[in-house]
């Protein structure tokens, strides 16, 4: 049975840093891609950042490039997500989600398994 697990989340005041992990088991997941992804409540789905199966391509939203960071380590079945100088509109529900696929798509239906999500907040 595959299992995703984030950690990580918590609460920050704006311009501060927190790193989201992902724990993978129940399969071998360095041949697919994998994803974080954000979500308020009544809202949509959205991409944060996403990376293919070696870790050689990735991907982020205009919002958050140039502060997180999205990194894997295919030996222990880990993603991270580095999220530096955090804003108050960041505050969000983070999941951690895995595409049957080798490279990374941008939308929530392009995964096939998805963690439990964990809470961010970041305080003005």
């Known amino acids: 049975q595959v299992q995703l697990v984030e950690s990580g989340g918590g609460l920050v005041q704006a311009g501060g840093s927190l790193r989201l992990s992902c724990a993978a088991s129940?399969?071998?997941?360095?041949?697919?891609?994998m994803g974080w992804f954000r979500q308020a409540p009544g809202k949509a789905r959205d991409v944060v950042a996403a990376i293919n199966w070696r870790g050689s391509s990735s991907y982020y939203s205009d919002s958050v490039k140039g502060r997180f960071t999205i990194s894997r380590d295919n030996a222990k079945n880990m993603m991270y997500l580095q999220m530096n100088s955090l804003k108050p509109e960041d505050t969000d529900v983070y999941y951690c989600a895995v595409r049957n696929s080798a490279n990374w798509g941008t939308n929530p239906s392009d995964y096939n398994y998805w963690g439990q999500g964990t809470q961010v907040t970041v305080s003005s």
């Open positions: 129940g399969r071998t997941f360095s041949s697919y891609a």
